[in-house]
């Protein structure tokens, strides 16, 4: 654990971390491309460094995969949903808050295993 954290007695840091999940997911701030760990920190008045060593402690990643998984997770519900079956990967990526399809395919990839697209296609044949 990092020293600054150390430092923050185990309530504080449970109501950060509480906090924290209400910015993202509740609220769900993911969906915005331009959201950041800067931003929530502002918005929560505390510092990134705490943001980042809460993230690492809770997710075992950073805020960036914290908020990119969540964001995989969305477009896992689109794609699994036959309400949104027009809608490309691309468009679900975007609609689930990655700016463009390059950073959608990376993150779904690192997260799954495999493309959207490959992820849609074992969807469509029952696997």
Do not use: W
């Not at 309530?11 to 491309?33: F, G, H, Q, W």
């Not at 929530?40 to 990119?68: C, H, K, P, V």
């Amino acid at each position: 654990m990092p020293e600054y954290l150390s430092r923050m007695n185990t309530d504080t840091a449970e109501e950060l971390y509480v906090r924290i999940m209400n910015e993202i997911a509740v609220k769900k701030r993911y969906l915005d491309p331009t959201f950041t760990a800067k931003q929530l920190a502002e918005d929560l008045q505390t510092n990134t460094r705490y943001i980042s060593a809460l993230m690492s402690l809770r997710f075992n990643g950073t805020f960036n995969a914290t908020i990119n998984h969540f964001r995989v997770q969305r477009a896992i519900f689109f794609m699994k949903d036959k309400r949104y079956e027009e809608l490309t990967c691309e468009e679900i990526g975007l609609t689930c808050g990655f700016s463009n399809r390059q950073s959608f395919y990376a993150a779904f990839n690192k997260d799954m295993g495999m493309t959207p697209a490959t992820y849609r296609k074992n969807l469509n044949n029952g696997q």
